[in-house]
C-alpha cells in the first residue's frame, strides 16, 4: 500500500512509498532525512517507532499513538499534540519506562498549555496525574513513591527549561 506523508499545512506530499504502514512509511522518511517539519500525523499508530533524531518541529500530532516510541534527540518543538496538550515548547517532552503497576511508558509534556502526563491510559495535567496517583496507589506503595517521585523529577526539569 501507498503511505503519504503530507504537509499540515498545504496538503503537499513531503514523503510516500509503499509498505505496510504509517510508522514503516514515516521511519523510511527519518531514514533518508526526509524534511518532516509541519508533518500531518494525526492519529498515526507511531507506537515502537524509531523517531531518534527526527525533525518534527510543528509537526500535528493529534491524537497519535506515541507510546514506546523512541524520541531521543527528537526535535518536537512547536508540535501540536491536540485541543487538550496544546503546542510543545522547545525541550517539552520526558518519556521514562517502561515502569509502574502497567510496566508502560510515561510521556510527559511541556507545552503553551501546561504540563501534562500520559501514562497507560491516563492523559492529564500534571497535578490531576498526580491527584489520580495517590487516588489509585496512595502515597507510600511502591507505585505511588514511583510515580509521584516521576512527577516532582518532571516538574523540575520543566521548569529548568522555563527559566
Same mark, same amino acid.
Given at each position: 500500500?501507498?503511505y503519504? %506523508?503530507?504537509?499540515?499545512y498545504?496538503? #503537499?506530499?513531503?514523503?510516500?512509498?509503499?509498505?505496510?504502514?504509517?510508522k514503516?512509511c514515516?521511519?523510511?522518511? %527519518?531514514t533518508?532525512s526526509?524534511d518532516l #517539519?509541519?508533518?500531518?500525523?494525526?492519529?498515526a499508530?507511531?507506537?515502537y517507532?524509531n523517531?531518534?533524531s527526527?525533525?518534527?518541529?510543528s509537526?500535528?500530532?493529534?491524537?497519535?499513538d506515541?507510546?514506546y516510541?523512541?524520541?531521543?534527540?527528537?526535535?518536537l518543538?512547536?508540535?501540536?499534540l491536540?485541543?487538550?496538550?496544546g503546542k510543545?515548547?522547545?525541550? @517539552?517532552?520526558f518519556?521514562?519506562g517502561?515502569?509502574?503497576? #502497567?510496566?508502560?511508558?510515561l510521556?510527559?509534556f511541556?507545552s503553551?498549555? @501546561?504540563m501534562?502526563?500520559k501514562?497507560?491510559?491516563?492523559? @492529564?495535567?500534571l497535578?490531576?496525574?498526580?491527584?489520580?496517583v495517590i487516588?489509585t496507589h @496512595?502515597?507510600t506503595?511502591?507505585?505511588g513513591?514511583?510515580?509521584?517521585g516521576?512527577a516532582d523529577l %518532571?516538574?523540575?526539569?520543566f521548569?529548568?527549561?522555563i527559566?
Amino acid at each position: 500500500m501507498k503511505y503519504q %506523508i503530507l504537509n499540515r499545512y498545504d496538503s #503537499r506530499v513531503q514523503f510516500e512509498m509503499e509498505c505496510e504502514s504509517m510508522k514503516e512509511c514515516v521511519e523510511a522518511a %527519518i531514514t533518508q532525512s526526509a524534511d518532516l #517539519r509541519s508533518a500531518d500525523l494525526r492519529s498515526a499508530d507511531l507506537r515502537y517507532a524509531n523517531l531518534q533524531s527526527a525533525d518534527l518541529r510543528s509537526a500535528d500530532l493529534r491524537s497519535a499513538d506515541l507510546r514506546y516510541a523512541n524520541l531521543q534527540y527528537a526535535n518536537l518543538q512547536s508540535a501540536d499534540l491536540g485541543e487538550e496538550i496544546g503546542k510543545l515548547k522547545a525541550g @517539552g517532552y520526558f518519556t521514562c519506562g517502561p515502569q509502574g503497576s #502497567r510496566n508502560d511508558m510515561l510521556m510527559a509534556f511541556n507545552s503553551d498549555n @501546561g504540563m501534562f502526563v500520559k501514562a497507560g491510559c491516563f492523559t @492529564g495535567s500534571l497535578d490531576e496525574f498526580r491527584a489520580a496517583v495517590i487516588k489509585t496507589h @496512595g502515597k507510600t506503595s511502591k507505585h505511588g513513591k514511583l510515580y509521584l517521585g516521576v512527577a516532582d523529577l %518532571i516538574e523540575y526539569k520543566f521548569s529548568e527549561v522555563i527559566a
